[in-house]
Structures are given as C-alpha cells and as structure tokens.
C-alpha cells in the first residue's frame, strides 16, 4: 500500500520568506499526488495536483510543487509567504487503479509578521 | 452547485449513544468517503462507496456503518458512541472529469463524553 511521510509537523516562516513544506511517498506504482490546504474550522481544499503530466505543478494562491520520482518526493513551495498562508497542509498520494488515498499527518504552517 | 455538504456541524454524545452524520453532494459523484481526522494523525478512511448500492471498509471502519441508496447521499452511522470516537469526520466525493480529485465538505466534529 502507498504512504506519505511529511517531514516538520510544524513550520514557521516570516512573512516575505520562502515557504518549503516537504512530502515523500511510497507507491508500488506511478501515483497520483496532491496537497491539500485546511484553514481552521474548515474542510480540505485541493491547492493542486500531479497526475503524471507535468512535474512541475502550479496551483492556487503562487503554490507549486514538483515530483520528483527518483527522490520520491513532492515538496510544496512558495517564493514568498503571506500572513493569509497560514494553516495546515497535507500530502496525499493515490494509486490510480484504487481508490485508497492515503494522507500525511500534516504540517502546519505559521506565518510571522 | 453546494458541493459537499455535512450536517450537524458540532455535536456531543453521551457513551452507547448512536448517531447518523449526514453527508450529501450535488455534483453527481460516483464516489463517496468518509474519513476521520485526530490531532497529528492526518485523515483515515472509515469507508467509501463507489456508486448507489456499494459500500466498502477503509482503514478505520470498527464501530461505524454506512449506506448508498442515493448517488447522492452518504450517511455515517454511529450505533454504540465511544469516547475514542471524538474525532472530526469529514466526508468527500469524487468524480466526472476530474476523477483523480476528491471534494471535501466542511466536516463534522462529534465530541463523545
């Protein structure tokens, strides 16, 4: 079965700084990845996805990521954060001929003025 | 469209008490789950549902059931309420062209006392 590791349960950034939230998985097959964004009180929004087209993948709010296969890994990156940023994060990972979609314990990131 | 949505939103228990937490979609989604969510742990999969009528175990199904008779509905079934139970549930769909992504309600968060 796939995994998730997300390395940091916390992360704590000041505002204008680079954002890394790091993910590795294991999949016996090409997986499908994502990162999901859950702010307080709210539900799991997908901030973007790999599919196995491209390897660098954009996603909402200047987020991205990128597989990298012999590392297996799909950190999440941003050049700079914002205040609004803060929140929890997780990496999910999915092989595509099942329907079990496993999550990272997450990583909740803190932004500092 | 609503997208997911979970009702109650908040609610407590009293031990051997039984519950149903209601989750419905109007995106005309195949797929169905139901996951939990405690502190550090990321989300576990109680059960999920491919179509009207199917139902399947995920990681975590002990003291849970559930029912498909809608493509619509998904309802989670607490019988005998146990405090290991207090968690936040959280109910996601998935399907038509973007079949990889699953959609996330808000959640519901049962505190069992």
């Known amino acids: 079965a796939q995994s998730v590791t997300q390395l940091g349960s916390h992360v704590s950034v000041s505002e204008g700084a680079l954002v890394l939230l790091r993910c590795n998985y294991s999949?016996?097959?090409?997986?499908?990845l994502f990162w999901y964004v859950q702010y307080p009180n709210q539900g799991l929004q997908l901030l973007l996805k790999?599919?196995?087209?491209?390897?660098l993948v954009k996603g909402i709010n200047g987020f991205e990521a990128e597989f990298k296969k012999s590392e297996t890994s799909f950190h999440l990156t941003k050049p700079s954060a914002h205040m609004s940023d803060a929140a929890e994060y997780f990496c999910a990972v999915n092989d595509p001929t099942n329907n079990d979609m496993r999550f990272g314990a997450g990583t909740r990131l803190t932004v500092k003025p | 469209n609503a997208g997911v949505t979970q009702t109650p939103k908040f609610r407590i228990l009293k031990i051997g008490q039984s519950m149903t937490l209601q989750c419905a979609q109007d995106?005309?989604?195949?797929?169905m789950y139901w996951y939990r969510q405690d502190p550090g742990m990321g989300l576990k999969l109680i059960y999920y549902s491919v179509g009207a009528g199917i139902t399947d175990k995920g990681e975590v199904p002990n003291g849970y059931n559930v029912s498909r008779s809608t493509t619509e509905d998904f309802p989670l079934r607490l019988e005998l309420a146990a405090p290991s139970q207090t968690s936040v549930y959280f109910c996601?769909?998935?399907?038509?062209?973007?079949?990889?992504?699953?959609?996330f309600g808000p959640g519901t968060r049962l505190l069992v006392l």
């Open positions: 996601a769909s998935k399907g038509g062209r973007e079949i990889e992504t699953q959609y």
């Open positions: 999949s016996s097959v090409p997986p499908y």
């Open positions: 995106m005309n989604h195949n797929y």
């Open positions: 790999y599919t196995s087209a491209a390897t």
